[in-house]
């Protein structure tokens, strides 16, 4: 194996950046979740990150170490909701402009987040249009740089201070983790927390957790190399539709993450509900997963202490009234 | 003035006999809501503590000083929800029987989740029966020790650890308050949250939030002394219904809390909507009134650091459909 992209130096300078600029997430606990699981469960909400999740630390991450010259030319990003955002807020804070490629039917939370932070927005056509054909062209006419959402050292770097910081607030609790689940769609966030946490702690495991129709990872993990799905499937979890993993993101969580383990729609829709009933939080589909994949016992978790990553909470309130009517009680 | 009930001394205590025990419930910002203000504000959710609100502090704090022989005959308790829930829990970690009189028009969430927490609940209608009556003959029944939802020195005071926190929090962060925000129905959180800030730091200034029909504190500043309103009036914030300030609690709030704010209806189903679309926050009507009153400028609050507690989450769905129906953008 050649040396890995991202190591947990990396990961920690990323942190130091990101210190006073990102939100410091809480680590929370709750008495209904670990009645249910059996275990000792903590959870760390990115959704009450700056705009509603992680994404903004890998974006900040990258964009604060451009160069005078790089800032003065712009940013461009594709995104079909939650990079786009921390990109556009990233890009504020630090005074770049902010052109994003962002598909028609994203949530309208999405669109409208990105456009309030000062981004300048090009919808596309999912289904006619090339996200990174429009992305190059307009980076192409400007000499913008184009920002990915996950394959790129510091972008995972960035997403990993999430983890780091999971830890650390166990740490101070006198408690380690004996496992972390983690959402993965493109795996940036899956590889930073990876690198963080077996960086830290090699005895951690790792589960990653996607879409059933979105199983890229665990087809990948299976044949032993990168697969590529072919995305036409619906899912709830806009912010996980990656159709493969990343080179980058893949070099680090095929050799170093557990498990993959793939939760259903519906069994995402009665997370979402779980957590408007009983941990008072607004949470997206895709960060839902992990949560799902913990109350339907995916795996042995009883007796372990275990922590997840609630990942985001973009939610529309249309999704999140047809999951509340779905699942109305306990 | 005699001597007040409650220190900063008793807060302190129970703050100590409640580390460990209960969440230590974030301080958050946001960027949408900072801008919205003109200010640097602060939000303590304590819709995120155990039972989805502020009570569980009050109600441990008090039964956690009950002799054996006390624990032995039980506690009873009149609440609409979130003090019936808080004593449930209590008594559930203190291995102590807890009986609860609720209305059998409380909000379904908060009659389901007091029952799932082992406490036995017995209904009775608001209008034709008297709840002080049904649990003054179970108190007489058992010998159980009936404990009132604020007008407690030892609830005040464990109420009054979340305003603590919230100062520890801002110092951590070499920041102090220019004022805090705290809903009132009863007045005991808003005693305990006035007690720790004026002992910290008689700078801060503290404001009281209540819906505009249950104006009770309002009319009792305006009068000099404590006023009873009819309480025919119907609000959301079941929490807040109080129709008098508290004997204790008034001797505390009437002397030191600086203003008395009120809300509208309309502003408070707003405030909920902000706090699901930027917050990512389930929060309770009545533990909105301090964001509506924020949002709705109902101070100058420019240019000072604000602090707001976010006093619960226990909100029927269909009361948060209305309210996002109602507000679906910004």
């Given at each position: 194996m050649s040396a890995p992209a991202v190591t947990l130096n990396d990961v920690q300078a990323a942190a130091k950046r990101l210190s006073g600029v990102a939100i410091s997430t809480p680590l929370l606990n709750n008495q209904e979740l670990d009645r249910r699981a059996g275990a000792q469960v903590f959870y760390k909400p990115e959704s009450l990150q700056h705009i509603g999740a992680f994404k903004f630390r890998g974006a900040y991450n990258r964009l604060?170490?451009?160069?005078?010259?790089e800032r003065a030319r712009g940013v461009v990003a594709f995104s079909s909701g939650n990079h786009a955002q921390g990109i556009a807020y990233a890009a504020k804070l630090l005074g770049i402009r902010a052109s994003i490629v962002m598909p028609a039917d994203a949530p309208k939370i999405k669109l409208a987040g990105t456009r309030a932070l000062g981004a300048e927005v090009r919808l596309y056509d999912r289904h006619k249009e090339s996200r990174e054909q429009i992305a190059a062209d307009i980076a192409a006419e400007r000499g913008s740089i184009l920002v990915p959402a996950f394959d790129d050292p510091d972008i995972i770097a960035g997403q990993g201070s999430c983890g780091l910081e999971l830890l650390e607030q166990l740490q101070a609790r006198e408690l380690r983790a004996d496992r972390v689940?983690?959402?993965?769609?493109?795996g940036g966030l899956l590889a930073g927390v990876t690198v963080a946490c077996k960086g830290i702690d090699p005895a951690i495991k790792v589960s990653a957790v996607e879409p059933e129709h979105f199983d890229d990872h665990r087809l990948s993990r299976e044949a032993g190399k990168r697969v590529k799905i072919d995305g036409t499937a619906t899912t709830l979890c806009d912010s996980l539709m990656a159709t493969s993993p990343g080179e980058l993101t893949w070099a680090i969580n095929g050799e170093l993450v557990d498990d993959f383990i793939t939760v259903s729609e519906v069994e995402?829709?009665?997370?979402?509900?779980?957590?408007?009933r009983y941990l008072k939080l607004v949470v997206e589909p895709g960060g839902a997963v992990p949560l799902a994949a913990l109350l339907q016992e995916k795996l042995d978790f009883r007796g372990q202490t275990i922590a997840l990553i609630i990942s985001g909470g973009n939610i529309d309130q249309e999704t999140l009234q047809r999951c509340l009517e779905k699942f109305p009680s306990p």
């Open positions: 604060v170490q451009l160069s005078v010259a689940l983690c959402p993965v769609g493109g995402v829709e009665h997370a979402i509900s779980f957590a408007f």
